[in-house]
Nanobody
Framework: QVHLVESGGGLVQAGGSLRLSCAAS????????MGWFRQAPGKEREFVAN????????DYTDSVKGRFTIARDNAEYTVYLQMNSLKPEDTAVYYC??????????????????WGQGTQVTVSS
């Protein structure tokens, strides 16, 4: 497993932007697919975006396509989620997650074995 710490959440007005960061330590990073998930109050944790080990393959849930961008810096052991044109329905706790070494990225929460503590994103209307 790898230790993950998210940052960058906050309160923003609808239409605004935030960039989340997830710093990895205590394990390998460059061989791991990474994902972002989110959980709104009273709802299940859901997939948002993922990226493969090299950064060359990404995937997004339909509701964020064209607004969010996932990227990684393997030299810095960090994965990012750039969120633009934010909507009130994007309000949630956002979690970073890592798969085991050399697995492909997926949209399935249980496929990820390392999780951060989460960062709150609140979008006001």
């Amino acid at each position: 497993q790898v230790h993950l710490v998210e940052s960058g959440g906050g309160l923003v007005q609808a239409g605004g932007s935030l960039r989340l960061s997830c710093a990895a330590s205590g394990g390998t990073f460059t061989d791991r697919a990474m994902g972002w998930f989110r959980q709104a109050p009273g709802k299940e944790r859901e997939f948002v975006a993922n990226i493969n080990w090299s950064g060359g393959v990404t995937d997004y849930t339909d509701s964020v396509k064209g607004r969010f961008t996932i990227a990684r810096d393997n030299a810095e052991y960090t994965v990012y989620l750039q969120m633009n044109s934010l909507k009130p329905e994007d309000t949630a706790v956002y979690y970073c997650a890592a798969r085991g070494p050399w697995y492909n990225p997926t949209t399935i929460r249980d496929d990820y074995d390392s999780w951060g503590q989460g960062t709150q994103v609140t979008v006001s209307s």
